[in-house]
């Protein structure tokens, strides 16, 4: 398991071997994001994410206190909201 802390990153440029979706783990290996990592991500605020986590919209992992974010269940809201952010 990874857990991102943070670090904003910019997307890689999508090539004939890089064409994975922006949010999709290139590994088998669980990929977790703060709320302020996706909250930059899908331009939010983060307490807008925390409302859509505690509301059920989106899934999370409270672990000590924090909730973490698998990158799947990113993909997994996006795809189910697709053209309503």
Not at 2 to 13: D, K, Q
Not at 59 to 81: M, P, T, V, W
Request: with cysteine; hydrophobic share 35%; glycine share 4%.
């Amino acid at each position: 398991m990874t857990i991102r802390r943070n670090a904003p990153s910019a997307p890689a440029p999508a090539t004939a071997t890089n064409t994975a979706p922006r949010f999709a783990p290139t590994s088998s290996q669980r990929v977790l994001c703060e709320v302020q990592e996706v909250a930059t991500r899908l331009h939010r605020c983060p307490r807008t994410i925390r409302n859509w986590i505690r509301s059920g919209t989106l899934i999370a992992h409270n672990i000590n206190g924090r909730y973490l974010i698998d990158e799947n269940d990113i993909a997994q809201f996006l795809a189910s909201h697709r053209g309503r952010l």
